[in-house]
């Protein structure tokens, strides 16, 4: 079974950096997909960036296009997000996707498995 923990999330101020970090198990991640969402308040669930986890190739939605990174260590067993020039509007609970099932890779509708979330808030 698929589990996946994200952790990371904090309070920091508009131009701050986060990292957030998923940790991986129960999932063979040596050629799928896996994701970061974001969902504030009363808004629908956000694809942020994806990465094919067998080559690498990222993908990222334009409102993060040149601030955020998505990676992922050697072993495959943890996802991050390299969060820099942090804006109020990147505020939300940001989750960790995984089993990609086909699709758009920022629709959370192609992913079946995900985390909890941590949150992400970022003051002005």
């Known amino acids: 079974q698929v589990q996946l923990v994200e952790s990371g999330g904090d309070s920091v101020q508009a131009g701050g950096s986060l990292r957030l970090s998923c940790a991986v198990s129960?999932?063979?991640?040596?050629?799928?997909?896996m994701a970061w969402f974001r969902q504030a308040p009363g808004k629908q669930r956000e694809g942020v960036a994806s990465?094919?986890?067998?080559?690498?190739?990222?993908y990222y939605a334009d409102s993060v296009k040149g601030r955020f990174t998505i990676s992922q260590d050697n072993a495959k067993t943890t996802l991050y997000l390299q969060m820099n020039s942090l804006k109020p509007e990147d505020t939300a609970m940001y989750y960790c996707?995984?089993?990609?099932?086909?699709?758009?890779?920022?629709?959370?509708?192609?992913?079946?498995?995900w985390g909890q979330g941590t949150q992400v808030t970022v003051a002005s």
């Open positions: 996707a995984a089993d990609f099932r086909g699709g758009t890779v920022l629709n959370a509708a192609s992913y079946n498995a």
């Open positions: 129960g999932y063979n991640n040596n050629a799928g997909r």
């Open positions: 990465i094919n986890t067998g080559y690498g190739l990222t």
